[in-house]
């Protein structure tokens, strides 16, 4: 049975950190690029970060460029968002997600096949 299982998520002060973690299994991740989205009430679901899946490249949205990190863990069959510096405005419910990417479209929801269920982040003081 194929699952992505996202962890990590909760309410942190804004300037905190978090680590969200994407668990797989019933695939080999090792062939597959991985994406993290997010959704804020009454707003579209927009890419935030992405990782090839030889781990050799990635990329960032604008917002959470130098405060975000993406990685992943082939062996653990588990792909990784550390978020810092957390800002009120990253409130969302955050998906991981994989697929056969190509990289220029990492940023669109409809290139992934697989879907987490997702994990709150709420960022308020």
Do not use: H
């Amino acid at each position: 049975q194929v699952q992505l299982v996202e962890s990590g998520g909760g309410l942190v002060q804004p300037g905190g950190s978090l680590r969200l973690s994407c668990r797989t299994s019933g695939f080999n991740l090792d062939y597959y690029g991985v994406g993290w989205f997010r959704q804020a009430p009454g707003k579209e679901r927009e890419g935030v970060a992405w990782i090839s899946s030889n781990d050799d490249s990635t990329s960032y949205a604008d917002s959470v460029k130098d405060r975000f990190s993406v990685s992943r863990d082939n062996f653990k069959n588990t792909a990784y968002l550390q978020m810092n510096n957390l800002k009120p405005e990253d409130t969302a419910i955050y998906f991981c997600a994989a697929g056969f990417i190509r990289a220029a479209a990492w940023y669109m929801p409809e290139e992934y096949d697989l879907w987490g269920q997702g994990a709150q982040v709420t960022v308020s003081s």
